[in-house]
């Protein structure tokens, strides 16, 4: 019985023994996974630390550079503040100054409109008396031309009859002298009646009455009253119409005022022997040249008016003394000659070639004067819308 507990005992030692060196064994195998585990943890720590540091290496680089970039940022930004401010100051100071200038020129600007305002007044009142004036200049023209034209026609009518011998035989030193005073008289009344009508033209008191002109009778009446004179002269008038209309529509006797002043001129400066070439022709549409444009020629512009419409072109050509380029366009202004002087040779007011601009002007026309210089002759030009 004892014996067999011994061997029970033994089998449980044996049992329990085998059990301690599975148990061993167990734990020799998981403390070897344990080792192995703690040498790949180690390893790999060992790796990422390793990493780490060639991270934080860079990190640190990239820091510092960074930092760097960010030192010169903040410097160029100081920089960039302190210029700003320097220009604000000096902006704030551009400002000042400015203001002040703005304001001195708000006063200067209210003084020039007090001023402006005053003279406008002085102008209004100036134009007033002006007005004034020009009525009464006007009404002291109308009635002093009356008072000085009716004795002159007295003198010219009885001159004439005496001249022609009406009364009796003159001697020679008679007819010389009486036909000066005849010639003399006709010439005081012709200056008479350009002042009155420059008068009337310059006041605006003058309207067209247009009806239909025969041309031809138009130039036939108007050469009857320089016939005489270019006949003494010994200055040959030639006539051309054949490429003008029949009729034009204009106020004939403003017509006949221009075609006489501008025949009356070529005579004037035309020498003895010389000829004078009267021609009228008619030109439509774009056909005149210089009409499709204005054309400007020694300082003149020479528009054609209504380019899409009819005119007719009234010329006149001389033989004279010229007109330099400078003079062209002056001698059209009132009271002015080509030959200015103190001892000009030509008689005349200055009126006539002013008076003839107003009265084609006055027709929505225009006139120049073409000439190659003195000596050369001249040639004035109407264009005549019709």
Not at 19 to 25: E, P
Not at 258 to 278: D, R, V
């Amino acid at each position: 019985m004892t014996k067999r507990k011994n061997n029970n005992s033994i089998e449980e030692r044996e049992r329990e023994i085998l059990i301690l060196k599975t148990n061993v064994k167990h734990l020799t195998n998981d403390l070897r996974l344990t080792r192995e585990e703690n040498e790949t943890s180690t390893k790999n720590y060992f790796e990422i630390y390793s990493n780490l540091e060639q991270k934080v290496e860079e990190r640190t680089a990239e820091l510092m550079k960074a930092n760097r970039q960010l030192n010169v940022e903040i410097q160029e930004r100081k920089r960039v503040e302190k210029a700003l401010h320097k220009a604000n100051e000096e902006l704030e100071t551009r400002v000042a100054d400015r203001t002040a200038d703005i304001a001195r020129a708000n006063e200067e600007l209210r003084a020039e409109i007090s001023e402006r305002k005053r003279t406008e007044i002085e102008l209004q009142k100036s134009k007033e008396a002006a007005e004034a004036a020009n009525q009464a200049k006007s009404e002291f023209l109308a009635n002093m031309g009356h008072e000085f034209r009716t004795p002159l026609n007295h003198v010219i009518g009885f001159t004439e009859l005496v001249v022609d011998r009406n009364f009796g035989e003159l001697n020679e030193v008679q007819e010389e002298y009486l036909n000066d005073v005849l010639q003399s008289s006709r010439h005081l009344l012709s200056l008479i009646n350009d002042i009155l009508d420059f008068s009337k033209l310059d006041a605006g008191e003058s309207d067209l009455e247009p009806v239909d002109v025969n041309i031809k009778m138009l130039f036939r009446n108007t050469l009857a009253m320089v016939k005489e004179k270019a006949m003494n002269r010994g200055v040959q008038v030639l006539v051309d119409t054949d490429r003008a209309p029949e009729y034009v529509r204009a106020d004939d006797k403003k017509l006949m005022k221009i075609l006489y002043n501008l025949l009356s001129n070529a005579l004037k400066f035309t020498p003895n022997g010389g000829s004078i070439n009267l021609a009228a022709k008619m030109y439509n549409s774009y056909s005149v040249p210089g009409c499709e444009k204005p054309v400007k020629q020694n300082n003149i512009i020479y528009p054609i008016p209504n380019p899409k419409g009819n005119f007719i072109e009234i010329s006149v050509a001389d033989t004279g003394i010229g007109i330099k380029p400078e003079d062209q366009a002056r001698i059209f202004d009132a009271f002015e000659q080509v030959d200015g002087s103190a001892s000009k040779t030509y008689q005349g007011s200055g009126l006539g070639l002013s008076l003839t601009k107003h009265l084609v002007e006055l027709h929505g026309g225009k006139i120049w004067v073409e000439s190659e210089g003195e000596g050369r002759g001249s040639t004035f030009h109407c264009i005549i819308p019709v």
